[in-house]
């Protein structure tokens, strides 16, 4: 279901081991890692595995995907353990090169685990872990790297089905690690989060849950409470946020957020809620714009295009939209649409390199596609 006539078409699509839940490609576009989620239904225990493929095109231009290395358990030097499902993956840009791909995963048993792909070795290394809820059976549903000008830190945004998030800072030289907690929680499920950028909002971050409710906390202030909350803007669960911490997204309008909902809107905010300010502000923030997708909007993503988002459909497939700040009747405007070969539910999605892979979960489906 899309407002164009025909979908774009699919260049490569494969069968993917256990059911894929999320992915990333690399800066080339000639790697792919996929994490999977897997319901071991006689016990309920949720496995996961990692699986990269290698994507080749031929001289006839034909792309294709080679199946490389599948990983299923967690391995140091004194055990090893069978890896429990992953629900998304984080590919840490700024410490990405030609040779190394490192990468960050969440499960389903309440962890992160940090890994590195080493082209010399042909192999996915694991390096380690961090138990962020004590409760390994609160599984962390997302993941958000914060972009930083120390080569050397991190930051990272996690959400939680107990309707939690917490802030991780991870010293890349040494392991070295601290988690702050957030105290106000979300009265159900936790779906997402993003961190703030620009002058106001750069120390600011937002989270989305099943409660209909979007939040905004300061880490300048006590994480204790939020500095603005809203239940009242989306008619069902917050699964997406975007804002312009990427750099590329919202260069026409640094002040607007882009949501995504269960009710299958994606959403406009000017979080300018009276006059100059910002948060928290004399009034709400208005849905400038909203447009239904006809799908859960579970994922919204970066293009090679300004003001461009890749979005997971969920239940319709993938799309890219281009956003339009001026012109209340196209706001988004739908740019490219696939369908046939995500019959599930769409989860994944990732944009390098001129190339978009797409991943749908039940029918274990990851495609290749480009824009037209």
């Given at each position: 279901?899309?407002?164009?006539?025909?979908?774009?078409?699919?260049?490569?699509?494969?069968?993917?081991?256990?059911?894929?839940?999320?992915?990333?490609?690399?800066?080339?576009?000639?790697?792919?890692?996929?994490?999977?989620?897997?319901?071991?239904?006689?016990?309920?225990?949720?496995?996961?595995?990692?699986?990269?493929?290698?994507?080749?095109?031929?001289?006839?231009?034909?792309?294709?995907?080679?199946?490389?290395?599948?990983?299923?358990?967690?391995?140091?030097?004194?055990?090893?353990?069978?890896?429990?499902?992953?629900?998304?993956?984080?590919?840490?840009?700024?410490?990405?090169?030609?040779?190394?791909?490192?990468?960050?995963?969440?499960?389903?048993?309440?962890?992160?685990?940090?890994?590195?792909?080493?082209?010399?070795?042909?192999?996915?290394?694991?390096?380690?872990?961090?138990?962020?809820?004590?409760?390994?059976?609160?599984?962390?549903?997302?993941?958000?790297?914060?972009?930083?000008?120390?080569?050397?830190?991190?930051?990272?945004?996690?959400?939680?089905?107990?309707?939690?998030?917490?802030?991780?800072?991870?010293?890349?030289?040494?392991?070295?690690?601290?988690?702050?907690?957030?105290?106000?929680?979300?009265?159900?499920?936790?779906?997402?989060?993003?961190?703030?950028?620009?002058?106001?909002?750069?120390?600011?971050?937002?989270?989305?849950?099943?409660?209909?409710?979007?939040?905004?906390?300061?880490?300048?202030?006590?994480?204790?409470?939020?500095?603005?909350?809203?239940?009242?803007?989306?008619d069902a669960g917050v699964v997406a946020i975007k804002t312009?911490?990427?750099?590329?997204?919202?260069?026409?309008?640094?002040?607007?957020?882009?949501?995504?909902?269960?009710?299958?809107?994606?959403?406009?905010?000017?979080?300018?809620?009276?006059?100059?300010?910002?948060?928290?502000?004399?009034?709400?923030?208005?849905?400038?714009?909203?447009?239904?997708?006809?799908?859960?909007?579970?994922?919204?993503?970066?293009?090679?295009?300004?003001?461009?988002?890749?979005?997971?459909?969920?239940?319709?497939?993938?799309?890219?939209?281009?956003?339009?700040?001026?012109?209340?009747?196209?706001?988004?405007?739908?740019?490219?649409?696939?369908?046939?070969?995500?019959?599930?539910?769409?989860?994944?999605?990732?944009?390098?390199?001129?190339?978009?892979?797409?991943?749908?979960?039940?029918?274990?489906?990851?495609?290749?596609?480009?824009?037209?």
């Amino acid at each position: 279901m899309s407002d164009l006539p025909n979908e774009t078409p699919v260049l490569a699509q494969v069968k993917t081991k256990f059911p894929p839940c999320c992915l990333q490609l690399n800066k080339n576009a000639d790697t792919i890692i996929v994490g999977t989620y897997d319901l071991e239904k006689p016990t309920g225990l949720r496995y996961g595995t990692l699986e990269r493929y290698d994507i080749k095109k031929d001289h006839g231009g034909n792309y294709k995907f080679n199946l490389i290395e599948e990983v299923f358990n967690i391995e140091n030097e004194i055990s090893k353990t069978k890896m429990s499902a992953i629900l998304d993956i984080k590919i840490i840009r700024q410490f990405e090169t030609e040779d190394e791909i490192p990468f960050i995963t969440c499960h389903s048993t309440g962890c992160l685990n940090f890994w590195v792909f080493k082209k010399i070795d042909n192999q996915i290394k694991f390096l380690d872990s961090i138990q962020v809820n004590d409760d390994d059976s609160i599984l962390i549903t997302s993941l958000h790297i914060k972009n930083t000008s120390n080569q050397s830190s991190l930051k990272i945004l996690c959400t939680s089905t107990d309707g939690s998030s917490a802030i991780i800072s991870f010293d890349n030289c040494n392991g070295n690690h601290k988690i702050d907690y957030v105290g106000e929680c979300h009265d159900l499920e936790c779906w997402t989060g993003e961190f703030g950028k620009n002058s106001v909002l750069e120390n600011c971050f937002f989270t989305g849950g099943d409660d209909s409710t979007i939040k905004l906390f300061d880490a300048r202030q006590s994480l204790d409470t939020s500095v603005w909350s809203n239940s009242r803007l989306h008619d069902a669960g917050v699964v997406a946020i975007k804002t312009n911490s990427s750099g590329s997204f919202n260069v026409g309008n640094s002040n607007t957020i882009i949501t995504g909902s269960y009710d299958d809107n994606i959403r406009m905010f000017d979080l300018r809620m009276l006059g100059n300010d910002i948060y928290p502000g004399k009034m709400p923030p208005t849905a400038i714009k909203n447009k239904n997708l006809e799908g859960g909007v579970w994922r919204l993503l970066d293009t090679d295009i300004s003001d461009e988002l890749l979005v997971c459909c969920m239940y319709n497939g993938a799309k890219t939209v281009k956003l339009n700040y001026g012109d209340e009747n196209t706001a988004f405007v739908e740019t490219n649409y696939i369908k046939k070969g995500h019959e599930s539910m769409c989860y994944g999605g990732d944009f390098q390199n001129g190339i978009i892979a797409t991943c749908s979960f039940y029918d274990n489906s990851l495609q290749l596609w480009i824009k037209k």
